[in-house]
């Protein structure tokens, strides 16, 4: 569980979140480094396999390719997120909104830990790109 308190937080605290956010952090690692361990492999039966591949056979190959780059591609925006989130820890700044500075809910931090914004901003930024 994440602590957060509008006037700061204890050591313990801001160590306890930090553990947090790295265990997660080092889950997405694993998580990619896996991923790409199952695309090389993926890649590498292709390439021996293509004897006898019809039109068909081809665009399937090509959606399973296109969406192991897009699992790629979302297990590093996540990654991101929480690098930067424990970037933010180290200066001080977690647990405020980019946007306004406002304080982020702690229930909010608890279900999303790598948020950067308060839910007014979110929502605001969400309308602006609808």
């Known amino acids: 569980m994440l602590v957060q308190e ?3 937080r204890t050591q313990a605290e801001t160590e306890k ?5 790295r265990a ?9 480094d896996e991923a790409v361990l199952q695309n090389e492999t993926m890649r590498l039966v292709e390439v021996g396999d293509t004897a006898g591949d019809d039109q068909a056979d081809h665009g399937t190959k090509t959606a399973e390719r296109d969406t192991a780059r897009s699992l790629l591609r979302a297990i590093l925006e996540r ?23 406002a304080p982020i809910p702690v229930e909010r931090l608890e279900i999303f ?3 950067t914004s ?7 930024r969400e309308r602006r790109a609808a």
Do not use: F, M, N, W
Not at 80 to 96: D, I, S
């Open 79 to 101: 990654r991101t997120q929480y690098e930067h989130a424990l970037a933010r820890l180290a200066e001080g700044t977690y647990g405020y909104c980019e946007g306004c500075s």
């Open 118 to 124: 308060c839910v007014t901003c979110k929502q605001s």
């Open 17 to 21: 979140i930090r553990v947090s956010l």
């Open 6 to 8: 509008t006037v700061g």
């Open 113 to 115: 830990p790598s948020a």
């Open 24 to 32: 997660r952090y080092d889950e997405l690692t694993a998580e990619y």
